[in-house]
């Protein structure tokens, strides 16, 4: 396994205008799947059991999966766009987003969230959402890689 990218804050910071693109389109897909689920409940009279089309399934019913599927594929697709980055996802539905970082010779997380506008969060790799701690000038300035 290859050892994952570690980042600066400048170098997140960098690329927080695309991602801010990037996952602000996929919030858009999200929502564009909910609809496809809700409209597939509603026609089927509750959600399937899967969306791969079966023998028993009316025209529509068939239509709508092969619709749901084509929009489940673009938020992976987008998702994975995003990760090309570096970034790993650890909250889709909110846009969080986290980059390997160093500080002080340990790896840690650099956590962005969508509608940040800069980098303002890090945290240990053990902690999750709740152990954010603000990025002080002097955190950035202690050793990052």
Not at 1 to 9: K, S
Not at 94 to 112: A, P, Q, R, S
């Amino acid at each position: 396994m290859a050892l994952p990218r570690v980042f600066t804050p400048a170098e997140v910071d960098a690329l927080i205008p695309r991602l801010t693109e990037l996952v602000a389109e996929q919030l858009r897909r999200q929502s564009v799947v909910e609809e496809g689920l809700a409209e597939l409940a509603r026609v089927a009279g509750g959600l399937p059991a899967t969306i791969e089309p079966t023998d028993d399934d009316s025209q529509d019913i068939v239509r709508l999966k092969v619709e749901l599927a084509g929009r489940i594929k673009s938020y992976d697709d987008g998702w994975r766009e995003v990760q090309k980055l570096g970034a790993v996802v650890k909250d889709p539905q909110i846009g969080l987003l986290d980059f390997y970082g160093n500080v002080d010779g340990k790896l840690v997380w650099l956590c962005w969230r969508y509608g940040e506008e800069s980098l303002r969060y890090w945290h240990e790799l053990e902690s999750g959402y709740s152990g954010r701690r603000p990025l002080r000038a002097d955190t950035r300035e202690r050793l990052w890689n």
